[in-house]
Nanobody
Framework: QVQLVESGGGLVQAGGPLRLSCTQSGRTFGIYVMGWFRQAPGKERELVTAISWSGGNTVYADSVKGRFTISRDNAKNTVYLQMNSLKPEDTAVYYC????????????????????WGQGTQVTVSS
């Protein structure tokens, strides 16, 4: 079994930065794709970004390109989301997700492709 725990959420002013972390525990040996999704009130959960196990492949939502950066430290079983130039429309609950693929360069774009999810962390951007 895999457990994911997010941290780093909170309240930030527009234009400011915030860094989220997601630490994986339990079954950590193996090759996992990691992703960040978000869900705002009344909206569907959407992909923010995802990263391959190798770290060499990433995907970003158009709305966050150039502002957000995903990275991972496999030795620490942790994935990070650095968010800069935050906007009020970035306000949402952010979820970390993982999928065991066995393929080091694979990246998943869709929520249905992920088997494991964290409990979510709230990010609120004030204008």
């Amino acid at each position: 079994q895999v457990q994911l725990v997010e941290s780093g959420g909170g309240l930030v002013q527009a234009g400011g930065p915030l860094r989220l972390s997601c630490t994986q525990s339990g079954r950590t040996f193996g090759i996992y794709v990691m992703g960040w999704f978000r869900q705002a009130p009344g909206k569907e959960r959407e992909l923010v970004t995802a990263i391959s196990w190798s770290g060499g492949n990433t995907v970003y939502a158009d709305s966050v390109k150039g502002r957000f950066t995903i990275s991972r430290d496999n030795a620490k079983n942790t994935v990070y989301l650095q968010m800069n130039s935050l906007k009020p429309e970035d306000t949402a609950v952010y979820y970390c997700a993982a999928d065991y693929t066995g393929r080091p360069t694979a990246v998943h774009r869709f929520a249905s492709e992920y088997d494991y999810w964290g409990q979510g962390t709230q990010v609120t951007v004030s204008s």
